[in-house]
């Protein structure tokens, strides 16, 4: 009887924690900053979209970045841990779903998120194979799709889609 309940415990705490929303960790944070760059001014990006901070386009209250804007470097950070901790990670985290992914995987797929969008992540083969099977190896095949802006081949994209590659099949370690 005493070894059943404490099975009982021990199987209901993994549960809950199972239950627990994923969030992306400092290793993921910095996968993202060292692609998108820091820009205190805005600037419009290869697709000519007004973007300020980590490669932020709205602000906290959804209003667009625009031309002349500026910001403080803690203004930038705040902007970014909002959009990723309130918009990308949650969606990254329902979209996945029930899957049983590792906490390097979960972080690229929220930097590939941040760079191509909640909407394009939804509709992606990339998504569909992560929730088939986490560690398909054609997984890698899928994030290289993902380098064209108006139909041409961007080497910077090239360059992230590979990192993230890497970094979702880099390390064995724990589940999330």
Do not use: H
């Not at 993921?28 to 973007?51: M, N, P, R």
């Not at 380098?147 to 081949?153: D, E, H, K, S, T």
């Amino acid at each position: 009887m005493q070894i059943a309940s404490y099975s009982v415990i021990v199987l209901a705490a993994l549960f809950a924690s199972s239950l627990a929303a994923r969030t992306c960790s400092q290793e993921g944070y910095d996968l993202i900053k060292s692609f998108e760059g820091l820009s205190l001014v805005a600037y419009q990006d290869v697709g000519g979209v007004w973007t300020i901070g980590y490669g932020n386009t709205r602000y906290q209250d959804g209003s667009p970045v625009r031309q002349g804007d500026t910001i403080t470097q803690q203004g930038a950070d705040d902007l970014f841990e909002y959009w990723v901790d309130q918009s990308f990670a949650p969606e990254v985290d329902r979209l996945v779903g029930a899957v049983i992914i590792r906490q390097v995987q979960f972080d690229a797929l929220v930097s590939f998120t941040y760079n191509i969008g909640v909407g394009a992540f939804t509709d992606s083969t990339l998504l569909r194979k992560v929730r088939a099977f986490p560690d398909d190896p054609t997984i890698r095949d899928e994030f290289m799709r993902w380098v064209y802006v108006n139909g041409q081949v961007v080497q910077g994209l090239v360059n992230r889609r590979d990192a993230e590659a890497d970094f979702y099949f880099s390390k064995v370690e724990s589940m999330c």
